[in-house]
């Protein structure tokens, strides 16, 4: 295949940017919780288990959107897939200002767990077609030199928004400590932002997204360029029964357990600094701006360094794979928080920890479009993150009940777990997929 060099063309780059506003509405929406779960605790009388079952029922969804949502995104085509899975992500998301302490329907009794649940439930499956959508849109977009480094920089906007999430969460709501309803709490208002925002990226989006083959925006040079490093393909459109079987699906799947760690640090984090070092909601701003700031670096790091080490003459292969190595070391330091009894040590090292897991992301994120052709990048994605929040769903289940139980010692093995896992998960994923070899548009490997 003949090298084309770099074109002067950045149209690309203006779709990408849409990437970036969709996954941070995505984060804010999906982060708002996490950063209220004391104070929501505090107003409906929640236990721990309380609020692992409604992180459960987000995770549900989310498991049963990807095994849906990724078909459905590559049948439907990424303008109008990415389109359902926002509208109905806002929609739900908006619907959990509107819970109250109980209701009653039908001669049954609702309660906040319930209403949350079902509310996280609609946010959980309409957000599961965000990476989906997202990963297709960069397999369409860019070349596969780039996708690592594009897909770090839309990935590096779940920081911004679960760094938005504290700041504008502390502003606007008043903590309460004591149980039942309390009106004029505004902790309604943060969930209500999201909608407005989802409107205005849809109305960009109509706007702007077209198929680099439909674009009239986009220059022959920056075509020609996008589609350098891989072969033409037929509109003929893969089911996710069809990847299913393959291991390379399956190597990508293992990769995707480690979504677990992120959701501990996303659902959980900060209940973990209120529980251990006495943070409270209008505190938590700085710890979540440290945190997340160093997420973003490794993202858009994690993203950059195997485009480099591509550069230099390695195989897409190695240079993956020594990017997650990588990876799994910057992670593993945060098996200390553990012990630490420093709240700044801990801050610290979650940071970095997330920086490595964002790193990690962003490249197993694009193992998918280096392996499998374009058409089936969706159905990939979501098999994969079904997994994943499979793996969130068992770690939620038994966090909530150890803290219930037995009190701090749940998030002693939790980060002893969060830290050591990727190694492991490594080793696997290799020993399942120890070359890379793309497929081509049938589902078979390439013959070099």
Known sequence: ???????????????????????????FDRSIIGVMAPTLENLFNWTNTDYANIMIAFKVAYALGMLTMGGIIDKLGTKKGYMLAIGIWSIFGMLHALVVQEINVFNITVTSVGLFAIARFGLGFGE?????????????????????FATGLFNAATSVGAIAAPF????????????????????????????????VWV????????????????????????????????????????????????????AKITDAVWWFYLFWG????????????????????????????????????????????????KARKMTLLICAIIVLPVCYVAFTQNQWVAIVLIGIAAAGHQAWSANIFTLVSDVFP??????????????????????????????????????????????????LILGIVHLMMPKMTPLDENLNLVKS
Not at 20 to 26: E, F, K, W
Not at 128 to 148: I, N
Not at 383 to 408: N, R
Request: proline letters at 4%; aromatic letters at 14%.
């Open 168 to 199: 504008v969460v502390g502003w606007i709501v008043t903590e309460v400590t004591e149980p039942g309803w309390v009106k004029g709490t505004g902790w309604q208002i943060p969930f209500l932002i999201t909608g407005a925002l989802s409107t």
């Open 270 to 317: 900060a209940k973990y600094l209120n529980a251990t070092f006495g943070i409270s909601l209008k505190d938590i701003g700085i710890p979540f701006l440290i945190m997340y700031l160093l997420a973003d670096g490794g993202s858009i790091g994690g993203g950059w360094i195997s485009g480099y080490f591509m550069s230099k003459g390695w195989t897409l292969n």
């Open 1 to 27: 295949m003949t090298e084309i060099k770099k074109p002067q063309g950045n149209h690309r780059y203006k779709i990408l940017a849409m990437l970036v506003y969709a996954t941070t509405i995505n984060y």
């Open 128 to 148: 599961s077609g965000h990476f989906p959508a997202a990963q297709k849109t960069v397999a369409e977009w860019f070349p596969k030199k780039e996708r690592a």
């Open 374 to 423: 374009k058409k089936a990048v969706a159905s990939v994605t979501g098999i994969g993150g079904m997994v994943g929040a499979v793996a969130g769903i068992v770690s939620d289940k038994a966090l909530g009940e150890i803290l219930d139980s037995a009190g701090s010692t749940g998030y002693f093995w939790a980060f002893l777990i969060a830290g050591s896992c990727y190694l």
């Open 203 to 254: 109305i960009l989006w109509l706007k702007v997204y077209r198929k680099p083959e439909d674009s009239k925006k986009l220059s022959k040079e920056e075509f020609d360029y996008i589609h350098s490093d891989s072969e033409p393909e037929s509109e003929e459109k893969i089911a996710w029964a069809r990847v299913l079987p393959k291991r390379q699906t399956w190597a990508f799947a293992t």
